[in-house]
């Protein structure tokens, strides 16, 4: 070997080069086969300080507590209307409950459907009332349906009786939550808050069922005295009835 020749060693250069990608490839695998769990911690650690406080915890049990007290409400709200419902089917023999299970989106004051039909023995005219009194008749039948005509329909006319002042009326349906109450006489000498009820003398309906009460009494009418009335059961929030049976 000559003197002064220096040894020559190999170029190191695309390993130097390589050793980041190497790293990179390893970072990914670890995070691959943990699942980004890592990842996951350090966000957690990372976002701590923005977590809900004992404020918004307690706005969130507030919430809950509001939420189980208004079902709460509404269930007791249901138990009460159905015990009702039930004690009036036992008190009267020939009474029988259904459930409305449609209305007329632009009718809500004329027609209803309820869950009951002629297999069940319902034929139209029928008389039909809810919780507070009548609220209509049966216009027509299905197997397993039956269509109620409302007393707010302006098909409706129904033979009337207010008692304190024993005069005869007929309520006509104007296609409003308050139907018309027409007298036979010019000076009924009726008054508001007077009750209606079905006329004993009424072929239609059975007698002394309960309508409404007298809101406001019209005496320049022409040809006799007309009064609104307000209707005892809430026709916007019946959901069951009772059908009158012969």
């Known amino acids: 070997m000559q003197a002064g020749r220096r040894l020559r060693l190999p170029a190191l250069g695309p390993v130097v080069q390589a050793w980041p990608w190497a790293l990179l490839v390893l970072a990914l695998l670890a995070v691959r086969l943990s699942k980004g769990v890592g990842f996951t911690d350090a966000y957690a650690l990372l976002s701590r300080p923005f977590w809900p406080g004992s404020a918004q915890g307690e706005w969130v049990r507030s919430g809950q507590a509001l939420n189980d007290q208004t079902r709460l409400r509404q269930l007791d709200a249901d138990n009460r209307r159905l015990r009702s419902l039930l004690q009036l089917q036992g008190q009267g023999g020939r009474e029988l409950a ?18 009951r039909g002629e297999l069940q023995g319902l034929r139209p005219g029928m008389a039909v009332t809810a919780p507070g009194g009548l609220i209509g008749r049966i216009a027509g039948v299905t197997p397993t349906t039956a269509s109620v005509t409302l007393l707010t329909d302006p098909g409706s ?90």
């Open 98 to 115: 259904a459930a409305v299970i449609s209305r007329q989106t632009g009718g809500w004051w004329q027609q209803l459907v309820i869950g």
């Open 157 to 246: 006319r129904v033979g009337v009786w207010v008692g304190r002042v024993r005069r005869h009326g007929l309520l006509t349906g104007i296609g409003t939550s308050r139907p018309l109450l027409r007298f036979l006489e010019k000076d009924p000498g009726v008054r508001p808050g007077d009750v209606v009820v079905t006329s004993p003398a009424s072929t239609l309906v059975p007698p002394n069922l309960t309508v409404g009460v007298i809101q406001s009494v019209d005496d320049r009418a022409v040809p006799a005295t007309e009064a609104v009335v307000q209707l005892s059961a809430p026709l916007e929030a019946v959901d069951w009835v009772q059908v009158r049976l012969p």
